[in-house]
Nanobody, 112 residues
Framework: QYQLVESGGGVVQTGGSLKLSCTAS????????IGWFREAPGKEREGIAC????????TYAESVKGRFTISRDNVKNTIYLQMSSLKPEDTAVYYC?????WGQGTQVTISS
């Protein structure tokens, strides 16, 4: 069974940092296109970062460029999202994906 389990969400103050993890089971992330979306209350789900296939090519939404970093650890079969200089507008449920598989979501709340 393919599964993605996220962790690392929580509450942090404006300007703080947080690192999300997403561990896969049942399949390897190494060749997968992987990434993160987020969904804020009343807004559409937004794609914020991804890595294409087994390349090192990373793309970011303008809203997070320079503040968020996506990475992959093939040994741990885990995707990461390092978030820094967090703003209240970053508050959302964050979802990881790998190919067509999705995590369950983790809440990130930035307090002002």
């Amino acid at each position: 069974q393919y599964q993605l389990v996220e962790s690392g969400g929580g509450v942090v103050q404006t300007g703080g940092s947080l690192k999300l993890s997403c561990t896969a089971s049942g399949f390897s992330l190494e060749q997968s296109t992987i990434g993160w979306f987020r969904e804020a209350p009343g807004k559409e789900r937004e794609g914020i970062a991804c890595i294409i296939g087994n390349s090192d090519r990373k793309t970011y939404a303008e809203s997070v460029k320079g503040r968020f970093t996506i990475s992959r650890d093939n040994v741990k079969n885990t995707i990461y999202l390092q978030m820094s200089s967090l703003k209240p507008e970053d508050t959302a449920v964050y979802y990881c994906f790998a190919s067509t598989n999705w995590g369950q979501g983790t809440q990130v709340t930035i307090s002002s």
